[in-house]
């Protein structure tokens, strides 16, 4: 097998944990490869297999009390608000039921089939998409592939034996300890289904055996292969939360890619993968210095920099493997990557596995964009479109509100209610606003008009509206949000009281401020809503401001109160930093000193202890500049928070930490916030020569960047649209078109814009 690639994780023995094993995925069928070689195991799932179905929590009460909640918080009664809310508010029932593994696909080798191995490896290529595991045994070569087709949306398994042996082995499917129905399936095949609880999807697993060679019968609910020279196993799986009948959906696709044969699935699969894969490449450091390390397996090379050493190629792996988990947990038509992508073994994960609000769906996202996967954000916006709905129902019922809302978590069926009885966490109405800001985001950086008239300024303006009915004004006149929370710390008021229940925190009214403006901005676009959007600029202009505290932080909440964990893993308040950009070093610096200060205080404190924390720090130095502080953070989620398969840790397996760091990345070679695009802006010593090709910036450009020693060598931006470039840059640029010609560059302020054309290239130097 050919190791010299910084694109493949790669093994010399078979995962024992799941956390060893190679994930595969086409957005909605996802597997975890484990390459044993007696009795293999691929764990499967289904992205809509989730227990229970959808449920009318609405607290009844919740109206009724929401003017006694906000009493006591104006009082400076933030436990006797909380005691309150937990009963008045919080969702009937509480909870909202988890994501759920589908089951397992189990291969048995044949008695007496065994010897001793050598020569075992076990990778996932991430440039094809396939999983693979070579070995011999008793003379004879075995291979196998795995991998999860989009186009033909099945899961393939090929086995092969090149020499003497023979491939005897036999497959089912199974489902500790829910497994509803196993059947035979004709002569070849096999077939489980069941439900997810009295009231949840009913689900199909499909499983069919094509030997070449050898024999194929079902002895119970097994399929029996015999002295085969290969093996192809086709699986599908479906639910009924899109098909009425998932197992005649599973059947069909199932005997359309053993129809087309393996040879025609693969290559559909490869070319396929690779057209969006290979949009964006990565090297960082000398090739001469990063290339021998690729030829180690990738738990060793973890090994080495958990030690200390460095490998720059470890890290664009990482990367380009955030791309690829997104690539394979979210694609049209699927549900979003959820917090653990779509890879679970448990029937009861944590967190239920489900779509947090507060960070971590958002966080998946994050390279959605920039690491040009824009098709793969497609499943939020169908989530948000149903959260519109469900939200629209809770905003009225629980708020007086028109416009919707979400709160901290969500789940298959779009729910809205508060979930849970976790005071810290759960009474925010912010999720969904935040939330929104993704359809803003994918249209930026895209500058589809039609998608922004019909997709995301309806669900914007339905965001906003929410808000102009919710917000209270507090004593100072200011428009607050109320009863919030800041997710999910707590203070101290003045009078000893400590509250998590809070008036104004600052992250919902940066938030509420991103909101607005984007709305505000999208209807001048689009021409329509004037008087919407002159009222909700006069709301804009009453949101309480980011401030500065009295340690010269930023403030987390409207007002200073003392915060109870000043390390605490959420650092909700630099939102305005990442991923807004109402505070940049540029145009708000001492806001963007505050905001470093909020960093290193909670740095010092012990924050940054989950995955996903490490991963939005890296993120907020990125945008501060600072890249020497945003590598080493980034040296510490690589080596403190990464699982044998690179999965992201929380502790437990969380896949955010994946996403947060692959757009922490990005984020530190190009960044375009405030319509400026930054070339390399938080280039860290360690990178000091490299390349990327293929990111995009916002207005519509994929960028392409080299550099040197430190300094650009040149960067070639594709515009996509007619326009106007603005860079910005502490060192004098010059331009040039596809034809080598000079631009007319209108340079001042560190700033360097350059009319553009659909279609064309850009080349940009610094000036000799
Ligand atoms: C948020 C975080 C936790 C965890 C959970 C899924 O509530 O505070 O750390 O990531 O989401």
Not at 62 to 70: K, P, T
Not at 545 to 565: C, F, R, S, T
Not at 671 to 680: D, F, W
Not at 716 to 742: M, T
Request: overall charge negative; some cysteine.
């Amino acid at each position: 097998m050919d190791n010299d690639s910084n694109l493949k994780l790669w093994y010399k023995q078979p995962a024992g944990k799941w956390v060893e094993a190679l994930p595969v995925g086409n957005g909605s069928l996802g597997a975890m490869v484990f390459g044993k070689v007696q009795q293999e195991r691929i764990q499967l799932n289904e992205d809509s297999v989730w227990y229970g179905g959808p449920a009318d929590r609405e607290n009844p009460d919740a109206s009724r009390y929401l003017g006694e909640v906000r009493r006591l918080m104006f009082e400076g009664r933030p436990a006797e608000a909380e005691y309150l809310a937990r009963m008045a508010m919080s969702g009937t029932p509480k909870h909202i039921a988890p994501y759920q593994t589908l089951g397992d696909l189990n291969l048995y080798t044949a008695a007496g089939a065994s010897g001793a191995i050598s020569e075992y490896v076990r990778e996932l290529d991430l440039a094809t998409g396939i999983a693979a595991v070579a070995y011999r045994m008793n003379g004879s070569k075995f291979r196998r592939e795995v991998f999860a087709s989009t186009v033909h949306q099945v899961l393939v398994i090929r086995l092969e034996a090149e020499g003497a042996e023979r491939l005897t082995l036999s497959a089912n499917v199974t489902r500790r300890p829910f497994e509803g129905k196993t059947a035979a399936w004709g002569t070849d095949g096999a077939v489980m289904s069941g439900q997810c609880g009295p009231d949840g999807v009913t689900f199909g697993t499909v499983l069919k055996a094509v030997p070449e060679g050898g024999s194929v019968q079902v002895i119970g609910d097994f399929v029996s292969v015999e002295g085969a020279a290969s093996v192809t196993f086709y699986v599908a799986a479906a639910t009924s939360f899109r098909h009425a009948d998932p197992v005649a959906v599973g059947r069909a696709r199932v005997e359309a890619a053993a129809a087309r044969g393996y040879a025609a699935v693969r290559d559909a699969h490869t070319a396929e993968h690779r057209a969006i894969f290979e949009r964006v490449s990565l090297e960082l450091g000398d090739p001469s210095g990063v290339q021998p390390l690729a030829l180690l397996p990738t738990d060793e090379r973890l090994r080495r920099m958990q030690g200390g050493q460095e490998d720059q190629g470890l890290i664009a792996l990482f990367f380009q493997y955030g791309r690829y988990l997104l690539m394979a947990s979210s694609r049209p038509g699927t549900l979003p990557a959820n917090l653990q992508g779509i890879w679970n073994e448990s029937h009861t994960p944590p967190w239920e596995s489900d779509y947090h609000l507060n960070i971590n769906l958002q966080m998946n996202y994050w390279p959605a964009e920039v690491c040009n996967l824009a098709e793969c954000h497609e499943p939020v916006f169908d989530l948000l479109d149903r959260l519109r709905e469900n939200g629209s129902k809770t905003a009225r019922s629980m708020y007086g509100a028109s416009g919707f809302v979400a709160h901290h978590a969500t789940n298959v069926w779009a729910d809205t209610d508060i979930v849970g009885l976790y005071v810290p966490a759960v009474f925010w109405p912010m999720g969904g606003a935040w939330l929104s800001l993704h359809l803003w985001e994918h249209y930026r950086y895209g500058l589809d008009h039609s998608f922004l008239a019909e997709r995301a300024y309806p669900t914007l303006k339905e965001a906003a509206r929410f808000f102009l009915d919710f917000l209270v004004e507090d004593a100072a006149g200011r428009l607050v949000t109320v009863p919030s929370l800041s997710p999910e710390n707590s203070y101290r008021l003045d009078n000893g009281n400590v509250g998590c229940l809070a008036i104004g925190p600052s992250m919902d009214s940066q938030i509420i401020h991103a909101l607005l403006t984007a709305c505000i901005e999208a209807s001048g676009i689009l021409g329509i809503d004037a008087d919407f959007s002159a009222r909700l600029a006069q709301t804009l202009e009453r949101l309480p401001a980011p401030n500065i505290g009295k340690h010269g932080q930023l403030m987390e909440w409207a007002d200073d109160y003392e915060e109870v964990e000043p390390g605490h893993r959420h650092i909700s308040h630099l939102f305005a930093l990442h991923p807004g950009e109402q505070i940049t070093p540029q145009h708000t610096p001492q806001l963007a000193q505050a905001a470093r200060t909020t960093l290193e205080r909670r740095l010092a404190n012990g924050g940054g202890h989950t995955g996903w924390s490490r991963a939005w720090i890296i993120n907020f130095w990125a945008r501060l500049q600072e890249a020497d502080f945003a590598y080493d953070n980034l040296l510490a989620l690589i080596s403190h928070a990464v699982h044998p398969n690179l999965f992201g840790d929380h502790p437990p397996f969380q896949i955010d930490a994946n996403f947060g760091g692959t757009a922490a990345v990005a984020e530190m070679l190009l960044q375009s916030q405030q319509g400026e695009i930054q070339l390399l802006p938080a280039l860290p010593q360690a990178w000091g020569s490299g390349q990327v090709t293929g990111l995009r910036a916002r207005g519509g450009c994929e960028v392409d960047i080299a550099w040197r020693d430190g300094r650009l060598v040149e960067a070639v931006l594709h515009a996509k649209h007619a326009g106007v470039c603005a860079i910005r840059s502490e060192q004098p640029l010059s331009v040039r078109d596809a034809a080598g010609a000079s631009m007319e560059v209108q340079a001042g302020d560190a700033m360097y814009r350059f009319a553009v054309e659909a279609g064309s290239r850009y080349f940009v130097r610094l000036q000799p």
